[in-house]
């Protein structure tokens, strides 16, 4: 007991010193609550904040990642706009992340109407479709490559299709649709999720009335369904555009970045700088990717009404 | 208009519509046929790769080369297996992963659980709901937008290891974690609490005594979400660990892409040992994950 007592009366002097918190009795927080929160807040101020800090300010210098540097102004930002192996992760990025947002919503969208629909096994299937979740990216990515390398142009040539009867990924411009195809393997499931959770909160009897009109399957889908889970579209089309904006361990897995440069996503030239002595402008780099990020946070908050969400 | 009125008619349907699905058989008064066979058909793009990965995993390393990537093992063979545990090192791979997952799982859940008590409770309190927004923020922050400067820092004080790796898992799954525990806690009714605390509780027993075990379906949830993050990661050990021998087994796979890589059965078998933990943790605890992404993105 005394333990306990102690840090309340601790807590009750600073709040006293403090009088910001005017509110009554809420304003004396038990010593416990301090205990709780501030190891959580410690590790993330120096596993998370302090090195984005860091990497923000040395974003302003010419530094190579050790040793002496200087301040360089907006230097690295400048070069960053007229670099062509920048412009074209960004390009690529960008591009390979909406396509795949859309592949990606499309499939789950339809698959989350099929799976909420008066099917046999549901519980089966559900647990089918979500599996692609949890397994490790770059090891299906190592499977998927072998695969595209041996079995797809065995197949391409057995139905005689030129394009695909020789390897999709050392194809410079087909080989980016194989990171498309493995990031849309594994992330459709947790879109689907949130599909068929959106999908399940519309009242059956919005169906039935429907159907009494006489609405058949494809204009509910369209007329009904569609609308009613436009809320959905939106969260899956941010989050997934963000994630995928990330990509990494996939490419690795598959072309790491090649052929070529043709395929090397943000992170990838992000992560060349720690090799190519180009530290500080891989900085600068990494802080436009953060402010994209956080537009997309913005307005991820903004659809989600101010609502937490991730 | 009509739509307006039908939802707010009949109250009493959600719940029940929503718990049908799980409990699987009774909706088959009109069975979807065309429906059903359409997903068994499409579920063939989920089982290929798996189904490729399991006959070559139990192929000879002479039939694994032999361009029928889909046809059965003849004879079955474990050569591949017991070649992919003695080239990856396996059993050091697998305890570090443990080492990894276990901690980041336990770290989270703990750290997470604290934190989020102590948030909801103190919500009218600027300082904790300051602390909220703070640890939310990292959700929108990418690893690699971070990583040159956690690899260097990690270095300087010498956590470029499996801990240090463990403890970002931690930092990166704690936004997500607080979010989901604060929700839960918020839900759970103050009065039992206050009660407790009436007759002389502190306030870690009333955590330790009557939320903490409150809280044990979104603790299997964050678990869970913890560990898959954690077991399946690239990217980070990749570029933290310093030491190659002290890897997690996604990160040992590389070795297939360089050497040794036309024995594939060798390659498919330590890939299948690799994925195989995760796909059995899924298939015990199916509804904490299902239940854990619609939470996370739609509280």
């Not at chain 2, 063939?44 to 070559?56: D, G, K, Q, S």
């Not at chain 2, 000879?60 to 003695?86: D, I």
């Amino acid at each position: 007991m005394a333990t306990a007592t102690a840090p309340t009366t601790g807590a009750r002097s600073r709040a006293d010193a403090a009088p910001r918190n005017v509110r009554a009795g809420r304003s004396r927080v038990n010593g416990t609550f301090w205990l709780m929160l501030v190891p959580s807040l410690v590790l993330f101020t120096l596993a998370i904040t302090v090195p984005a800090i860091m990497g923000i300010t040395l974003s302003f210098t010419d530094s190579v990642g050790f040793g002496e540097f200087s301040w360089v102004g907006l230097t690295n930002y400048v070069a960053m706009f007229s670099d062509p192996a920048i412009l074209s992760a960004y390009t690529f990025t960008i591009g390979f992340a909406l396509v795949t947002v859309l592949v990606v919503n499309v499939v789950a969208f339809l698959l989350a109407v099929l799976l909420t629909s008066k099917i046999r096994g549901k519980v089966v299937l559900r647990a089918i479709f979500v599996l692609p979740m949890v397994i490790s990216g770059i090891i299906i990515a190592y499977v998927f490559s072998f695969l595209f390398a041996n079995s797809l142009p065995q197949l391409g040539a057995w139905i005689g299709i030129e394009p695909l009867a020789s390897s999709l990924l050392a194809n410079p411009d087909l080989a980016w649709l194989t990171i498309v195809f493995v990031t849309a393997w594994q992330g459709i499931p947790s879109a689907l999720l949130i599909y068929i959770a959106g999908i399940l909160s519309i009242p059956g009897e919005v169906y039935e009335a429907a159907a009494m009109d006489g609405a058949s399957p494809a204009r509910r889908l369209v007329s009904i369904t569609l609308p009613l889970v436009a809320g959905y579209v939106i969260i899956n089309l941010i989050i997934g555009f963000k994630n995928h904006l990330n990509a990494y361990d996939i490419i690795v897995g598959l072309t790491n970045g090649g052929p070529g440069t043709s395929t090397r996503s943000v992170a990838m030239t992000i992560f060349s700088g720690f090799t190519g002595g180009d530290y500080a402008y891989q900085m600068a780099n990494a802080t436009v990717f953060f402010l994209i990020a956080v537009v997309l946070a913005v307005l991820q908050l903004r659809t989600t009404r101010g609502k937490a969400a991730f | 208009m009509t739509q307006q009125t039908l939802t707010t008619t009949t109250p009493g349907q959600v719940p029940i519509r929503r718990r049908r699905p799980f409990a699987g058989k009774g909706t088959e008064e009109h069975p979807n046929r065309p429906g059903t066979i359409t997903l068994l058909v499409c579920s063939i793009a989920v089982f290929l790769p798996l189904y490729a990965t399991v006959t070559m995993a139990f192929k000879t390393t002479a039939q694994s080369v032999n361009g029928q990537v889909f046809s059965l093992p003849s004879p079955l063979s474990v050569e591949g297996f017991v070649e992919a545990w003695r080239l990856t090192n396996f059993p050091r791979g697998f305890a570090i992963s443990v080492f990894v997952t276990v901690i980041t799982v336990v770290g989270t859940v703990v750290l997470a659980a604290f934190a989020a008590y102590a948030i909801a409770r103190n919500w009218d309190h600027r300082f904790f709901r300051g602390a909220f927004y703070y640890l939310l923020a990292a959700m929108f922050l990418p690893f690699p937008v971070l990583a040159l400067s956690q690899v260097k820092l990690t270095g300087m004080v010498g956590l470029a290891n499996p801990l240090g790796v463990a403890i970002l898992h931690i930092m990166f799954q704690l936004s997500f974690s607080v979010l989901l525990f604060t929700a839960f806690i918020r839900g759970l009714p103050e009065e039992l609490e206050e009660s407790a605390r009436l007759e002389g509780a502190t306030t870690w027993t009333v955590f330790r005594r009557i939320v903490f075990p409150l809280m044990a379906p979104m603790s299997a949830t964050v678990a869970i979400f913890a560990f898959l993050a954690s077991w399946n990661d690239f990217m980070m050990p990749s570029l933290i660990t310093a030491d190659s021998t002290l890897q997690t087994l996604p990160v040992l796979q590389s070795v297939f892409q360089t050497q040794f890589s036309s024995n594939y059965n060798v390659a498919f078998a330590s890939y299948l040992m690799a994925m195989a933990p995760a796909i059995i943790v899924y298939l015990f605890t199916q509804r904490w994950v299902m239940s854990g992404v619609t939470q996370g993105a739609i509280k």
